[in-house]
Structures are given as structure tokens and as C-alpha cells.
């Protein structure tokens, strides 16, 4: 039976993972899912507390100008919505308040951390205090990466999760902390919600390749205190069936792909809490 949940996929100004992000959310059993243009948020046709998921998918949001996702957070804190003259940022708050749930890939993981969204601590979603920069390597990564998923993480989306392989494309996924005291309260309040291991050793890895662009404890995934906003490097809406793995011909591996996970877990979340 499909799922009433609401899920909302935003698009525009070069995103361009936003199909595959909604495809993953049908697949998970959404009945409902709409791609958003940014500039339909800002008119007002639409709203984030329309929904239950909101979805930012990964891509080139403004040509990664000044920075990826930054000029998008300077659009998400300061446009106002034209019918309303609202803020965009605190129709976001409110529908975290709600109880709505984010999930950030990519660009879409950048754009949280440089609004303040995550890590969220205190439940404070506008302090930024992590950011995303460079890669180590100084290039452009694609390739799929191991990661090794928190099991104690209140992490909604990484529910029942051990260790996952995902491809990784980014150029700006190194994840740095303002200080020692950031780097203490993520691990003290379980927010690191998946690390990079070295595939055969399965241990938290700073090497390259394993670890892609050198991110402060290898992280791959960060969650806010509620576990309810999500933000990876990994893409999971790649690997939503077995065909989409560069050894699918060569190991056997289940039908559904690891990545669809994530989006089952928050439409079976949404179902029970939000609907």
C-alpha cells in the first residue's frame, strides 16, 4: 500500500540529481512526491510545511560560486516569500519544528551545514559551526567509498544500517569543525551518523581513496540531536538497485540497492508520526 507521506524534492540553479532523489522516494513507497524549482518556494505556489520529507539533492547549486551551496544558503536565510514577505528560512524552521524531516546529499548536505541546519545543536538550526571545503586531493572525486554507519546515532535514515558502499561525486566534501569543542560535541552527542572505513580492514580511515577528501573523523554523515536532519556526502539515491553497482555483474548482491534504505526509513517514519 503506498504511503500518504508528502515528500518534496527541491530543484534549480544547478542542481541535478533532483530525478534520481525522487525516484529513490517512490521506490521507498511515497505516494506523493513533487520537484520543487527554488523560485516556486520563493513565489509562494508552494510551501515546505506542505510536506513531511523534504529532499535537497546534490548537483552545482549556483555553479559552486563563492563556495558550494553558499551562495543557496545566503537565497534559503534571506528570501522573502512574495505573497507573504515571509523569510524562506523560517517557513524551513517551521517545518523542522513541525517534526518534518531533511535529507541532504551532496550540495544538499552543504546547504545544511552553511544555513546552521546541522549539526543543529540545542536544536539551534541557524549557528553555523561546521563547514564543507576542498578536498584534500584538489580535484574532483567520483568513485564509491565504504562507510560504516553509527549504531548509536538516533540517525532515522541510517535505522538498521551497519556497513553500506555508496558512490561519492563532490569537490568540496572535506567536512571541518570550528574548533576542538565542535569535534568533542559530535562525537559526545552522537551526531556522526556514518564515518569512511577502508573496505577490507572495516576501521575509520583518514587514507585516501578510502576517505575522499580527508573529512575531521572521517566523516561521511552528520545528524541533528532529533535525528530527524540528515546530511551525507555519499549519494544513496544512486544506488537504489543492484544494476547501479560497478560489480553487479560480477557479485551477487540483492535486487534493491543499499542506497534505499535511507528513504524507506523516513517514509516508514513519516507514515507512523507524521501522516
Known amino acids: 500500500m503506498a504511503s500518504k507521506v508528502r515528500v518534496i524534492v527541491t530543484t ?3 542542481t541535478n540529481c533532483e530525478i534520481e532523489m525522487a525516484a529513490a522516494c517512490r521506490l521507498a513507497g511515497a505516494e506523493h512526491v513533487d520537484i520543487v524549482h527554488l523560485s516556486d518556494l520563493v513565489e509562494g505556489k508552494v510551501k515546505f ?3 513531511h520529507f523534504l529532499n535537497l539533492p546534490g548537483g ?3 555553479g559552486d560560486n563563492l563556495g558550494a551551496a553558499q551562495a543557496g544558503a545566503h537565497r534559503l ?3 522573502r516569500v512574495r505573497e507573504s514577505g515571509q523569510k524562506l ?8 519544528k513541525a517534526g518534518g524531516l531533511v535529507l541532504g546529499v551532496c550540495n544538499g548536505f552543504q546547504l545544511m551545514v552553511k544555513t546552521g541546519l546541522l549539526p ?4 539551534d538550526y541557524q549557528t553555523r559551526s561546521v563547514s564543507l571545503i576542498y ?10 567509498v565504504t562507510c560504516r554507519i553509527s549504531q548509536d546515532s538516533p540517525c532515522i535514515f541510517t535505522q538498521g544500517m551497519d556497513v553500506i558502499e555508496l558512490p561519492v561525486r563532490h569537490g568540496e566534501g572535506k567536512l571541518v569543525s570550528m574548533d576542538e569543542g565542535v569535534r568533542t560535541r559530535l562525537e559526545g552527542e552522537r551526531l556522526v551518523a556514518m564515518q569512511y572505513v577502508h573496505p ?4 575509520v580511515t583518514d587514507e585516501y581513496p578510502w576517505n575522499p577528501n580527508g573529512s575531521e573523523l572521517a566523516i561521511a554523515g552528520l545528524c541533528d540531536p532529533t535525528g530527524r536532519l540528515m546530511g551525507l556526502m555519499p549519494h544513496p539515491e544512486a544506488f537504489h538497485h543492484r544494476t547501479n553497482h560497478p560489480r553487479w555483474t560480477r557479485q551477487e548482491l540483492p535486487e534493491e540497492g543499499a542506497g534505499l534504505r535511507f528513504f524507506r526509513n523516513a517514509i516508514e517514519y513519516a507514515s507512523r508520526n507524521l501522516v
Open 200 to 203: 577490507e580492514t572495516g576501521e
Open 60 to 62: 552545482f547549486l549556483d
Open 135 to 144: 578536498n584534500d586531493s584538489g580535484r574532483f572525486e567520483d568513485r564509491w
Open 49 to 51: 510545511t506542505d510536506y
Open 120 to 123: 543543529g545543536f540545542d536544536r
Open 77 to 79: 536565510r534571506y528570501a
Open 12 to 14: 534549480g540553479y544547478g
Open 89 to 96: 528560512m523560517d517557513q524551513l524552521l517551521e517545518f523542522v
